[in-house]
């Protein structure tokens, strides 16, 4: 990782770098590729009041540039606000990578796990269900009964889900 810090209408100090480059280090735990920080802190004077502005920015690799610009009178609340910031824009990244994995990799992982399951168990065919069309309970039963299927789920006309079943009796219920 790459830093740079620098001073614009303000001349740096040790400890001022120090305390930049500690506030740097405490990025680093959010194991994301950075590539690069930037420090830029300027001196800002107007109406005869003195502040500071700092700006980070922040090379991540395969991502965008992270910007972060903050203002403050004192100095070194500026560079806390920042690195507050900067944490919360990186835990962010990071929570990212790491609950929202390429779905396409778990899709593929998840088929191979299913395709060895079926292999050693029953057969399970997935079936697409119509139930966007309301039908009658009248029209409902007369399907279940052409068909050799033991239930049949469908939306009434009031538009609630509705399952059919034949009985071991003969008889037809319905939920």
Same mark, same amino acid.
């Given at each position: 990782?790459?830093?740079?810090?620098?001073? +614009?209408?303000?001349?740096?100090?040790?400890?001022? !770098?120090?305390?930049?480059?500690?506030?740097?280090?405490?990025?680093?735990?959010?194991?994301?590729?950075?590539? /690069?920080?930037?420090?830029?802190?300027?001196?800002?004077?107007?109406?005869? &009041? +003195?502040?500071?502005?700092?700006?980070?920015?922040?090379?991540?690799? +395969?991502?965008?540039?992270?910007?972060?610009?903050?203002?403050?009178?004192?100095?070194?609340?500026?560079?806390?606000?920042?690195?507050? +910031?900067?944490? !919360?824009?990186?835990?962010?990244?990071? %929570?990212? $990578?790491?609950?929202? &994995?390429?779905?396409?990799?778990?899709?593929?992982? *998840? /088929?191979? *796990?299913?395709?060895?399951?079926?292999? %050693?168990? %029953?057969?399970?065919?997935? $079936?697409?269900?119509?139930?966007? !069309?309301?039908?009658?309970?009248?029209?409902?039963?007369?399907?279940?009964?052409?068909?050799?299927?033991?239930?049949?789920?469908?939306?009434?006309?009031?538009?609630?889900?509705? *399952?059919?079943?034949?009985? !071991? %009796?003969?008889?037809?219920?319905?939920?």
């Amino acid at each position: 990782m790459n830093i740079s810090i620098v001073g +614009r209408q303000f001349e740096l100090t040790k400890p001022i !770098k120090d305390y930049i480059e500690n506030a740097f280090e405490s990025l680093e735990k959010y194991n994301l590729d950075i590539i /690069a920080i930037r420090c830029v802190i300027s001196a800002d004077e107007k109406k005869n &009041k +003195r502040g500071f502005n700092v700006d980070f920015a922040i090379n991540l690799a +395969r991502k965008d540039t992270i910007v972060i610009s903050q203002k403050d009178k004192d100095l070194y609340a500026a560079i806390d606000l920042a690195s507050e +910031r900067a944490s !919360k824009v990186l835990r962010r990244e990071h %929570d990212k $990578i790491t609950t929202h &994995k390429n779905k396409d990799d778990q899709k593929a992982s *998840v /088929a191979q *796990v299913s395709e060895e399951k079926i292999e %050693d168990t %029953d057969e399970i065919v997935p $079936i697409d269900l119509e139930l966007y !069309k309301p039908l009658e309970i009248e029209e409902a039963l007369e399907k279940l009964k052409n068909s050799t299927d033991q239930f049949f789920v469908f939306n009434d006309m009031d538009a609630k889900l509705r *399952v059919i079943y034949k009985r !071991k %009796d003969g008889k037809f219920g319905l939920y």
